[in-house]
């Protein structure tokens, strides 16, 4: 969402729901994303609360939600402005999951939403968001799996993105290097697991022994021209 607009006298207007949101950072750190945080975000906007809940229907947590698009909206900016032709694929991955951190200002931001995602009626939104992340990060790179393969990547991926996330937020090195060490050892155990997957597949002999595995596997299509509210599809038997 862009932070203004122009009406039709060419006059540009705030966006409320960035003006919101924008106050509600400055709460967030003593009040966290909470009832308060949002109620005193539309007062400091200058908004009444009930345009406020108009935006964010539940409160908190579509402010915490909201917050966390504006962070992958900025790592995809820059991984579209980045040179990145001449990195291994790996490299591309790592240098994603650290744009998407860099993006953060203030680390109390995520650790007290990983507070509030951590409770159980949130924890199904905050694990929403972690996939929607790694999908970006593959759409943007040029990901353009069809089958099972699909799934495996952004759920590998959304294992790095989450773990690295709460090794940066207890990180005090200086530069969060080694944030950015643990980043690349995640990323090298999972080329790991990757070439060991394609040992198999090679293999003569494992390779017919997974066949009919890897056939159904193979059937599975990302949720493409699907309703949204199905995980995908199965492609009919040939």
């Known amino acids: 969402m862009d932070e203004s607009e122009t009406d039709t006298a060419g006059t540009t207007r705030e966006d409320p729901a960035e003006a919101i949101l924008d106050a509600a950072l400055i709460n967030v750190p003593f009040d966290g994303w909470s009832e308060t945080t949002l109620r005193n975000a539309a007062r400091d906007a200058g908004y009444d609360l009930a345009t406020a809940r108009a935006l964010y229907p539940r409160g908190a947590v579509d402010l915490a939600l909201a917050f966390h698009r504006r962070g992958d909206a900025e790592m995809v900016r820059r991984l579209n402005e980045a040179d990145l032709g001449a990195l291994r694929f790996r490299d591309r991955i790592a240098a994603a999951v650290r744009f998407r951190l860099e993006a953060v200002e203030d680390r109390e931001l995520v650790q007290r939403g990983s507070t509030l995602f951590a409770l159980p009626q949130h924890a199904a939104d905050g694990a929403k968001a972690i996939w929607g992340t790694a999908d970006l990060i593959w759409r943007t790179l040029g990901d353009s799996s069809d089958d099972f393969n699909w799934y495996t990547k952004r759920a590998t991926l959304s294992g790095v993105y989450g773990s690295t996330v709460l090794y940066w937020l207890g990180d005090t090195s200086e530069g969060h290097a080694a944030t950015w060490e643990f980043l690349d050892r995640r990323?090298?155990?999972?080329?790991?697991?990757?070439?060991?997957?394609?040992?198999?597949?090679?293999?003569?002999?494992?390779?017919?022994?997974?066949?009919?595995?890897?056939?159904?596997?193979?059937?599975?299509?990302?949720?493409?021209?699907?309703?949204?509210?199905?995980?995908?599809?199965?492609?009919p038997r040939g």
């Open 187 to 235: 990323i090298d155990d999972v080329m790991r697991v990757e070439k060991v997957k394609a040992q198999v597949r090679d293999n003569p002999v494992l390779g017919r022994a997974f066949a009919l595995p890897m056939r159904m596997l193979g059937r599975i299509r990302p949720p493409r021209g699907v309703p949204a509210d199905l995980p995908g599809q199965i492609t």
